[in-house]
């Protein structure tokens, strides 16, 4: 697994405990995740996680709020609505990355 797949699975898991009103430990990550990521594969992506910006951390959580909705109450759209959540938190994703970058200072990106 790849550290990329690593840190969105533990971000959008982060994002339901957030959600439900926990706070994210590792333990509690570990557990939730269960064997989808490796424990070799965990821990970086929770140290990488962790410094993500608290704003960055809050986008996962509010996607992951906007968009259960959706799959629950149409159900014939499922293939649909599964593409679309996919996709959501990969922006997500992406998002706390830069912001990351950003906050670091070793943005490149050219405007």
């Known amino acids: 697994m790849n550290s990329t797949t690593a840190l969105e699975l533990l971000s959008q898991e982060a994002a339901c405990l957030i959600q439900e009103g926990k706070t994210p430990s590792l333990a509690l990550?570990?557990?939730?995740?269960?064997?989808?990521?490796?424990?070799?594969?965990?821990?970086?992506?929770?140290?990488?996680?962790?410094?993500?910006?608290?704003?960055?951390?809050?986008?996962?959580?509010?996607?992951k709020i906007a968009k259960e909705p959706v799959a629950a109450s149409q159900p014939h759209t499922e293939p649909m609505a599964h593409r679309i959540e996919h996709l959501e938190a990969r922006i997500a994703l992406l998002e706390q990355r830069l912001a990351l970058l950003e906050s670091q200072g070793t943005s490149h990106v050219a405007g």
Not at 45 to 54: D, E, I, M, R
Request: proline residues 11%.
């Open 29 to 63: 990550l570990r557990s939730r995740l269960g064997r989808k990521v490796p424990p070799a594969d965990l821990l970086p992506a929770f140290q990488q996680w962790k410094q993500l910006p608290a704003e960055a951390k809050q986008t996962a959580a509010n996607t």
